[in-house]
């Protein structure tokens, strides 16, 4: 069995490596266009920042290490030109010398990964505007926040851009970052990305939303940026991260079947439309788990285990790719944010009925010292409680639950599993009602008709005689509350029903949630027909609502 692998970095390699261990006497052939064949590229905006100083760090797996430990044939500086699936070669060429030659394989995987998306605009390719995939990029824009770090202006709001405007605005850099969309941060919902556009904008982050590049200039040895709606950012570097897109010219040229968005399609073993030849990693559209269909997700995570199972077919296992559902995790300073499964957005966009619930717990047991907040949102469906999504951002901890929630997703739990969940608890870690507890119980508790929730969007389609109910304190209260909202405290409620008319609909609300639920409960028990607003003021908040003082 002679398989070449196209490609390194995370599916390629591991690709690679696992073919090895299952057979020893198979030829194992990876072709490498660049100088590394396995690197950690999520960890070049923190070498950029200083976070990680020994670049060497970054080489996960090097073409020696790689070629004496599973005597591979390593071949770095080349580049796969064509294939030929009737005769089952490909065409390579070497880089540096420019010799081209032909390879024979039985089984091809390529692994070609995706490149940032370079627009077509005037000045990109003025000294100074970089994008960043490889280490030679880490290197130039490394070597030019050494010299010179004032300015710098990041294109995109996604997951790259932001741990750039991190990590360099760590470096002394004044940032400035340009998103078109109207939120950063596009796999969340608007309300929780917009606690990281605050944590940006406390570290001195400028954020800029619908607004876009139009083109690149230099004056007086500077960068001007020039934007659409008019403005001019001058600035000592810029960064494009935009996006990525498939680097899929291999497969096209082959006659392979291509998606919607430019993924190569496969099947659940990792097979394109040629059977002999495979893809994983970036570069292939995979199915949706959650729904199925095809999506399309650049994670280091799904490309290992699909180079892993790729290997594993073609030495006779029989496996299956699940499919992928888009589990991320992000540290923007001292916040977190984290998601799993389909966000709201998408579910609309989709028509898919949900609904939704917020909490706003804790990471561990607030009496012991050092509890950082979080804010989580959970997506459901409103027949059997099946968990379809969940995000969150907070300090310590927002990662583990969105671990346990992505595989009960994985596992096609539902929120009264949620209620059940058995978790490790020590107040350092948790709390004896984890906040996973929490959301299972809220959203049970929901689908059984005992919680009956408003979200602050529904707030505007109320009738004109429903009474607003603060049930804070007065203090709380005085510090900012819903437009036209009284203020009766939880614990005088009791003493105070006489003030409240039956015959009224009711919306109780409190700071996160769990006093209006009281208040709440108390209220439908003595004949009131009241709802809670979800998650409190805090969500509202969030949402970006009006206020009163």
């Given amino acids: 069995m002679k398989v070449i692998i196209v490609g390194g970095v995370a599916g390629g390699a591991s690709a690679a490596a696992r073919a090895r261990r299952l057979s020893e006497t198979a030829e194992i052939l990876l072709v490498e266009r660049g100088p590394d064949i396995s690197f950690a590229n999520c960890g ?41 699936r009737v005769t089952r070669t490909v065409r390579i060429r070497e880089i540096v010398s420019g010799k081209s030659y032909v ?47 004032r300015d710098v202006v990041v294109v995109g709001g996604g997951f790259i851009g932001l741990e750039l405007v991190e990590n360099l605005s760590r470096r002394g850099a004044r940032c400035t970052i340009l998103d078109l969309n109207e939120q950063l941060l596009p796999p969340f919902d608007r309300e929780m990305a917009q606690q990281i556009r605050q944590e940006l904008e406390r570290h001195g982050i ?6 876009s590049v139009t083109g690149f200039s230099r004056e007086n040895e500077r960068l001007q940026v020039q934007l659409r709606s008019g403005s001019v950012l001058a600035a000592d570097l810029a960064i494009l991260g935009i996006g990525v897109k498939p680097e899929h010219q291999l497969a096209v040229q082959a006659g ?44 280091a995570g799904p490309a290992n285990r699909q180079g892993r199972m790729a290997a594993d077919h073609i030495f006779g296992r029989d496996v299956h790719y699940r499919g992928t559902q888009g589990t991320a995790v992000l540290r923007i300073f001292d916040k977190t944010a984290a998601c799993t499964g389909w966000s709201e957005k998408l579910l609309q966009r ?32 409103p027949d059997n409680g099946r968990i379809l999504g969940a995000q969150g951002i907070g300090g310590a ?26 978790l490790a608890y020590s107040p350092q870690y948790g709390s004896a009602k984890d906040p996973i507890n929490m959301l299972g119980f809220v959203a049970s508790e929901m689908l059984r008709g005992a919680h009956e929730q408003i979200t602050a969007e529904e707030l505007a389609g109320l009738p004109s005689n429903t009474r607003l109910l603060d049930v804070r304190t007065a203090t709380e209260y005085a510090a900012g509350h819903l437009p036209g909202a009284i203020n009766l405290p939880v614990d005088e409620l009791r003493d105070r029903l006489n003030e409240l008319p039956v015959d ?21 028990q003595r004949g009131y027909h009241v709802r809670n607003l979800s998650g409190g003021f805090k969500t509202y908040e969030l949402m970006e609502l009006p206020i009163e003082h």
Avoid: W
């Fill in 44 to 84: 070049m905006p923190y070498y950029i920042g200083g976070e990680i100083v020994d670049r060497q760090k970054l080489l996960v797996v090097t073409p020696e290490r790689l070629q004496q430990r599973y005597r591979i044939n390593v071949r770095t500086h080349s580049e796969v030109e064509s294939i030929d």
């Fill in 103 to 149: 390879e024979s394989y039985d089984r091809l995987i390529l692994a070609t990964g995706a490149a940032p998306l370079r627009p077509p605009l005037p000045g990109l390719d003025l000294p100074g505007v970089h994008t960043l995939r490889h280490l030679d990029d880490m290197d130039r824009i490394r070597a030019a926040t050494d010299e010179c770090c």
């Fill in 206 to 211: 400028t954020v800029r939303l619908q607004d």
């Fill in 256 to 299: 392979l079947a291509i998606g919607a968005r430019g993924g190569i399609q496969v099947n659940a073993q990792m097979q394109t439309s040629d059977p002999q030849i495979y893809a994983v990693g970036d570069v292939v559209e995979t199915q949706d788990f959650l729904f199925g269909g095809p999506t399309q997700i650049p994670l």
């Fill in 350 to 381: 989709h028509g898919i009925a949900y609904r939704k619930t917020y909490i706003h717990p804790a990471q561990h047991a607030s009496y012991y010292p050092g509890a950082e907040p979080m804010t989580l949102k959970l997506l459901f469906a």
């Fill in 397 to 422: 901890g927002v990662d583990k639950r969105i671990d346990v929630l992505a595989m009960a997703i994985q596992g096609r739990m539902t929120v009264y599993d949620l209620e059940q969940a058995e």
């Fill in 504 to 524: 009224q609909p009711l919306v109780t609300y409190c700071q996160v949630g769990q006093r209006g639920y009281l208040a709440q409960r108390l209220l439908k």
